[in-house]
């Protein structure tokens, strides 16, 4: 029996969702739209089969297909980003880089990664997360007067405290990130290099970001956000004996068996990343993103670091007279959908912080170009100026019914 006959009440909720993604312009720069392909491969009877163990050696008999859909996945993943190796049992990022830790380390160990709070993720060391209470945490941050990661002082910390794992990558870099720098902090003291791609896998993909391979000892990423798959992980090397260590700290010593229908849409995706329109897209994600942060920086928005190089804008809204959680809250209600985020030095608390995040990859993927993005950061200037004098409403309401003709005229891929 279908869904709706079944439990009408979570397929309604569903719908309306479908509905929300629709006719909302979705600016967080973590979310996206997959493909009908990705979805029908998501939603499959794959979801039914046990599969612990890797290809060729499982713990369970019927992996005829499994075992073929997972080598797939593995093999497309190695011919896009150029590596020897690839797991893409991982769950999801956090998990995947659980994984490194426990490849490498000791509890207590030391690990340097960039602090939550300058844009780094929980996972690099951070004190609320499992890394920042089992291992002994260094981070790094980025210079007050430019925004961007100081290679010196990461270079100064690493001498000082000789961590055994180093992470570059982040949740909230609007910047390039240097791999050969950090690859050359790592070897002066013996660390391993960990690149958390998660964001911008799907730029590196496309040709449109510098890829850590041939800098980084392992790679982790998600596997959608930009790179436009099911919400799932990979876990990358170039060598055989750090290959080995992730594969045996994700299964056993971390996970039972993968989600073979994630699996198996992680390999539709790939396969799309592969195609020269994606590398068109990754291309026109940068473009919109620096179209969009031109057209703040005219209306007088802060950006920290002063723009963007990838798909990501960071926005200290300090000057505008209004704090990032209103922000987001009356953006949403215009239908521009962001997340209200810490800025560096932030004054105020992570859950009521100064800045918000805001990206490009989702309203790229429905084929809006740069003067949509001149249109959206025009709208974003009138929705916060209006919270700024405490009479947003009318402002709202207009801008959204304004948004509607926009989304309407750009289809969201996957749902129609």
């Not at 046990?50 to 996945?73: F, L, P, T």
């Not at 060391?125 to 499992?130: E, L, N």
């Not at 962001?338 to 989702?362: A, E, L, M, Q």
Request: aromatic share 6%; charged share 20%; hydrophobic share 40%.
């Amino acid at each position: 029996m279908s869904l709706a006959h079944v439990d009408p009440e979570i397929a309604e909720l569903i719908k309306a969702e479908e509905r929300r993604q629709a006719d909302t312009v979705k600016l967080i720069p973590s979310e996206n739209y997959v493909s009908r392909a990705v979805l029908e491969a998501t939603g499959t009877v794959l979801t039914n089969k046990y599969s612990e163990g890797y290809a060729g050696k499982r713990y369970y008999e019927g992996q005829q297909v499994i075992d073929q859909i997972e080598s797939i996945a593995i093999d497309r993943a190695k011919s896009l980003f150029g590596v020897n190796h690839a797991n893409v049992q991982p769950y999801s990022g956090s998990p995947a880089n659980l994984a490194i830790y426990l490849a490498f380390l000791q509890p207590g160990d030391t690990v340097m990664g960039m602090g939550l709070p300058f844009g780094g993720h929980l996972t690099h060391g951070w004190s609320v997360s499992a890394t920042g209470k089992w291992f002994t945490p260094v981070r790094y941050g980025v210079r007050e007067d430019t925004g961007r990661i100081d290679m010196d002082e990461v270079r100064a910390l690493a001498l000082e405290h000789r961590p055994k794992l180093i992470f570059c990558g982040g949740t909230a870099i609007p910047r390039e990130i240097d791999f050969p720098a950090f690859a050359s902090i790592a070897r002066e003291v013996g660390a391993v290099l960990a690149a958390d791609i998660a964001h911008i896998a799907g730029l590196i993909a496309g040709g449109a970001h510098p890829s850590p391979v041939g800098h980084a000892d392992v790679i982790s990423t998600t596997t959608h956000k930009t790179l436009r798959g099911p919400r799932g992980a990979m876990l990358m090397a170039t060598s055989d004996e750090h290959a080995t260590a992730l594969n045996k700290a994700v299964f056993p010593g971390l996970q039972g068996g993968p989600h073979n229908h994630t699996t198996a849409a992680i390999a539709v995706a790939l396969k799309e990343a592969s195609t020269p329109e994606f590398s068109v897209y990754a291309h026109q994600v940068v473009a919109n993103s620096r179209a969009l942060a031109e057209e703040l920086l005219a209306r007088g928005f802060d950006l920290v670091s002063g723009g963007t190089d990838n798909h990501l804008i960071l926005i200290d809204l300090t000057s505008k007279g209004v704090a990032g959680k209103p922000a987001a809250k009356a953006l949403d209600r215009a239908g521009l959908e962001t997340n209200y985020n810490t800025v560096p030095f932030d004054p105020r608390k992570p859950f009521d912080p100064s800045g918000i995040r805001i990206g490009t990859p989702s309203v790229t993927s429905r084929g809006m170009g740069e003067a949509e993005m001149r249109q959206i950061g025009a709208w974003m200037d009138e929705v916060v100026t209006a919270v700024a004098k405490d009479d947003a409403e009318d402002v709202i309401a207009r801008v959204h019914g304004e948004l509607s003709e926009l989304t309407a005229r750009f289809p969201a891929p996957g749902l129609a």
